[in-house]
Nanobody
Framework: VQLQAYGGGLVKAGGSLRLSCAASGITFSSYAVGWFRQAPGKEREFVAGINWSGGSTQYVDSVKGRFIISRDNAKNTVYLQLNSLKPEDTAVYLC????????????????WGQGTQVTVSS
């Protein structure tokens, strides 16, 4: 199983980025996907999640109304659109998959990608 997260970069506050998480080696459409982020010295934080069909999504309060998660099962890819970015969104963003339902707890996720750096300047 491989997950590859990409699309990060350096952006000014108020800008946008689109992250992608591409999966291989699994029946992707059977898995929920979560995006997490981790800043230096901080714990890994759930950001957004989407169930296997895309019919159910969940967000941490701090990104509601700014981030949008979506998926294209035909392309084995989940996207995270980051809008109205703030300096406090700076972190390494990681995607992970799990069977069954969505979850916000990192240790419930079986497979992890390597992460992509998002840096927001003020």
């Amino acid at each position: 199983v491989q997950l590859q997260a990409y699309g990060g970069g350096l952006v000014k506050a108020g800008g946008s980025l689109r992250l992608s998480c591409a999966a291989s080696g699994i029946t992707f459409s059977s898995y929920a996907v979560g995006w997490f982020r981790q800043a230096p010295g901080k714990e890994r934080e759930f950001v957004a999640g989407i169930n296997w069909s895309g019919g159910s999504t969940q967000y941490v309060d701090s990104v509601k109304g700014r981030f949008i998660i979506s998926r294209d099962n035909a392309k084995n890819t989940v996207y995270l659109q980051l809008n109205s970015l703030k300096p406090e969104d700076t972190a390494v963003y990681l995607c992970a998959t799990k069977t069954s339902t969505l979850a916000t707890t990192p240790w419930l996720y079986a497979y992890w990608g390597q992460g992509t750096q998002v840096t927001v300047s003020s």
